[in-house]
């Protein structure tokens, strides 16, 4: 149940807003808002001349399609359809998302705002595919994606400017010690045991926690605005031409020589080293949210050292164009360095969080079985920490 105190708390249950579309009270509450911030023809249909939708994506908040039907006409300039977005998270935490989306829109690094309200927003609707993990790893795509991760990292934005990675890791274990559903161990998948022990208990995970805490003074470095959660699925690929797009999910290198692309769900975007949000998503290569059953990753997917080498320079392309191709390969020299002991962070960052919602959450997803792997992979990247 959503936890801010706004109108949508009371209407529905977020576990059965598939059916939204049945529920006559949240449709005419979502037209009323489309109303008032769109104007136009929306401020004069009736419910039954829109369609809504439920979008998959979203984790702390709920997210809909909003769409005119085929024979309603705009009177104005307003959009014929709207991602319409339902805050799910405490209070505390929804200004700065406010703030850094309305940062991003401004600076056409996110979808255009329509309207904010107490308890969500409306936004620009972008034709586009989320990219999969296989497209990520396709050097157009990837060498655009650094673009974006240069541009992000550049971004001024009102928000605490502290590094919380920390602070993160210790609130979701925090919240994992009190938990009454906690069981005595963990069994790590036995793809991972040449690295890892068996199994692992919330004593043995305090005891990883603090080989971090340890670690800290040489990774509090180069504090920028990060993402922290950029894997494919928050990587639009705009579909800006269709016949240019057309079967490009088949061969995407071939088909998109010059991709435009735009991140989504800032939900978890805060200041940290820039060696964490770019670890997080290399780290991120290995998985497939596809899967029905384990495994859930794959160590064959892990990118070389040379594909985040040519990713990094990218990177330092875009920020510093003005250097010298040695000086660029010296600045991502130091940065691959900076970006490898993050990776074993990244999954430790994100297991126990996934273990918590595994335990507390009914949904089909298997957040327990995706953090497990995430522990084995720590243990098999866990070097990376040593060599510090």
């Not at 005595?184 to 045991?193: L, S, V």
């Not at 995407?252 to 670890?279: A, H």
């Not at 997917?301 to 320079?313: L, Q």
């Not at 990177?315 to 010296?330: R, V």
Request: glycine share 4%; aromatic share 12%.
């Amino acid at each position: 149940m959503c936890e801010n105190k706004n109108i949508f708390k009371d209407l529905f249950d977020p576990a059965k807003a598939n059916n939204i579309e049945m529920d006559p009270a949240v449709k005419k509450t979502i037209l009323k808002y489309c109303g008032d911030f769109l104007g136009g023809i929306w401020k004069e249909v009736n419910p039954e001349k829109i369609d809504i939708e439920k979008l998959d994506g979203g984790t702390l908040n709920i997210i809909f399609l909003c769409s005119l039907k085929d024979s309603i006409h705009p009177l104005n300039n307003e959009p014929k359809k709207v991602v319409f977005r339902i805050y799910c998270k405490p209070d505390s935490g929804i200004i700065s998302e406010t703030v850094i989306c309305s940062i991003l829109a401004e600076k056409n690094l996110g979808p255009k705002l329509y309207g904010i309200f107490d308890g969500g927003r409306i936004e620009e609707y972008i034709p586009s595919k989320p990219l999969t993990m296989e497209d990520i790893c396709v050097p157009s795509i990837s060498k655009e994606i650094s673009k974006q991760f240069a541009q992000i990292h550049q971004l001024c934005v009102p928000i605490k400017k502290s590094a919380n990675f920390m602070e993160f890791i210790d609130e979701w274990f925090q919240n994992l010690s009190n938990n009454q559903n906690l069981p005595p161990f963990f069994d790590i998948p036995e793809h991972y045991h040449n690295y890892s022990p068996k199994t692992l208990t919330i004593q043995d995970l305090k005891t990883e926690l603090e080989f971090i805490r340890s670690k800290l003074s040489k990774l509090l470095k180069n504090i920028v605005f990060c993402h922290n959660d950029l894997h494919g699925g928050n990587i639009l690929l705009i579909n800006d031409n269709k016949k240019k797009h057309e079967g490009y999910s088949k061969n995407l290198n071939q088909q998109v020589s010059s991709p435009k692309l735009m991140l989504i769900d800032f939900e978890f975007s805060s200041y940290n080293p820039r060696g964490f949000d770019l670890g997080n998503h290399f780290a991120e290569y290995v998985f497939d949210y596809e899967a029905k059953t384990p495994p859930y990753s794959s160590t064959t997917r892990i990118p070389s050292e040379k594909h985040m080498f040519e990713f990094i320079f990218a990177y330092i392309d875009f920020q510093n164009p003005e250097l010298s191709k040695d000086e660029k390969n010296q600045k991502a020299e130091i940065l691959l360095k900076e970006i490898l002991p993050f990776i074993p962070i990244s999954y430790l960052f994100w297991s126990g969080y996934m273990i918590n919602d595994g335990l507390n959450s009914k949904t089909d997803f298997d957040f327990i079985g995706f953090a497990l792997e995430r522990l084995g992979l720590y243990f098999m990247h866990k070097h990376y920490l040593k060599d510090l």
